[in-house]
């Protein structure tokens, strides 16, 4: 039942602080005058900033200076994003020292697969209703917290799985390999 330990990274988010409060109003108006990015700044709609930059990364910037981006399928594009987005708050005269912002990354979502469809009903049960979600009435997958992990699995009847929560590959593996190796006990 077990597919081998492959994983794919579909969205890695990173967050980080700049150290400085900001006027949004007035970023928002030089950003989009001075950098190729696209920004929207509505505080009725959104406390933040929204700043979409040419690699369709998308950044949320907060008044207090936190930010985080989202949208990139590797650690190395989300680094690239953070480093692009410091140079365009420098262009508008917001320099940020070097090492001053604590930015990292906080979230992988990747996905991956058992090789067999799974009868979601029973592994349900198998694995305690006090770990599981599901409500098939409401989304047609089984949500997973393994007790053993930081990390939130959701497993569809086709044996496909999403394992987020984790901060490395290398850990998203280990999740998939523990819930894969669990379903194969439970299921046979």
């Known amino acids: 039942m077990c597919a081998d330990n492959e994983v794919d990274v ?8 700049l150290g400085v409060e900001l006027d949004l109003y007035a970023l928002a108006t030089d950003l989009s005058a001075e950098t190729n990015s696209q920004t929207k700044y509505d505080p009725d709609e959104h406390t933040g900033m929204h700043v979409r930059l040419e690699s369709g990364a998308l950044i949320t910037l907060y008044r207090t200076g936190s930010y985080h981006i989202v949208g990139v399928d590797s650690e190395r594009a ?10 365009a708050m420098g262009k508008v005269g917001l320099d940020v020292p070097s090492g001053e912002d604590p930015f990292s990354v906080r979230n992988l979502v990747t996905t991956t697969s058992l090789g067999d469809s799974v009868n979601l009903n029973a592994l349900a049960i198998g694995l305690g209703l006090e770990q599981v979600e599901y409500e098939p009435e409401q989304f047609p997958g089984l949500v997973y917290r393994p007790t053993e992990f930081d990390a939130v699995v959701l497993i569809f009847g086709s044996g496909k799985m999403v394992v987020t929560g984790v901060t490395s590959v290398e850990r998203a593996k280990q999740v998939r390999e523990s819930v894969a190796d669990e379903v194969y006990r439970l299921l046979g």
């Open 78 to 87: 989300l680094f690239e994003a953070r480093d692009t987005f410091i140079e």
């Open 10 to 17: 579909v969205n890695v988010v990173g967050s980080g602080k």
